[in-house]
């Protein structure tokens, strides 16, 4: 799942794009009102974290005009501002959670899932299939066959790609942006290296084989029509 912070302090960003990263997020990071504004309007995002105090626009500003143009994912004020008033403006704007700075991470973390469980996301499935393949969002856990995977973060992010695109064939500079964040760069052999190590793990002991390299192209899961 996509996560979107809008953050202009750099430690506190830099701490929850860090910390809900290594939870088995994927996170985008915006500095400024306007920035993530424009994220969040184009981008496909599950959950918002947003500040009332940003430069440019505020988080007031940013929330009234998300929900002006339709965009119902859930959102989650964190701020210093903890007077009552600013808590029922940002709920009567449409924010879903408030959590007042300075905040315990695993607070944070409970509030994030609970509200991806009860937000648009939930309507969506919430376990991906392929074959006797599961992956669990919620629960971040893994089966094949009924048996149990351990993942790293990346490569739980890198499966749920694959996954969620099924049958498509993703090119290795999406799978850089989606993955890592990162614009892709011919010269580095990290993402067939993920994606050598998700298949020793998924596809490797078990019949049929999901994972495929479209030469030139790059990857894709799909079941075949022949195991």
Do not use: C
Not at 12 to 34: I, M, P
Not at 69 to 93: C, I, N, Q, W, Y
Not at 214 to 219: L, W
Request: aromatic letters at 6%; glycine letters at 8%.
């Amino acid at each position: 799942m996509k996560i979107l912070i809008i953050e202009d302090e750099p430690k506190t960003g830099d701490y929850l794009k860090q910390g809900l990263t290594e939870s088995g997020f994927v996170t985008e990071l915006a500095v400024n009102g306007v920035d993530g504004l424009h994220l969040a309007l184009t981008g496909d995002f599950d959950l918002l974290v947003l500040d009332v105090m940003l430069p440019g626009l505020s988080g007031w500003q940013v929330l009234e005009r998300l929900r002006q143009s339709g965009k119902e994912m859930p959102v989650l004020f964190l701020t210093a501002r903890d007077e009552v008033e600013d808590r029922v403006h940002g709920l009567e704007l449409g924010a879903d959670d408030y959590l007042v700075k300075p905040f315990a991470f695993s607070e944070l973390l409970a509030r994030v899932r609970t509200l991806l469980r009860r937000g648009k996301s939930a309507l969506e499935a919430s376990v991906l299939r392929a074959a006797d393949l599961e992956l669990d969002l919620m629960r971040r856990r893994v089966t094949r066959a009924g048996s149990r995977i351990e993942l790293t973060a990346k490569e739980f992010a890198l499966l749920e790609l694959l996954l969620r695109r099924q049958g498509e064939v993703l090119p290795r500079s999406m799978i850089a942006s989606q993955v890592w964040d990162m614009n892709f760069d011919s010269d580095t052999n990290v993402i067939e290296v993920a994606i050598r190590r998700l298949r020793a793990k998924v596809d490797d002991p078990f019949e049929p084989k999901l994972i495929r390299t479209a030469r030139g192209m790059g990857y894709v899961l799909e079941v075949p029509d022949h195991p």
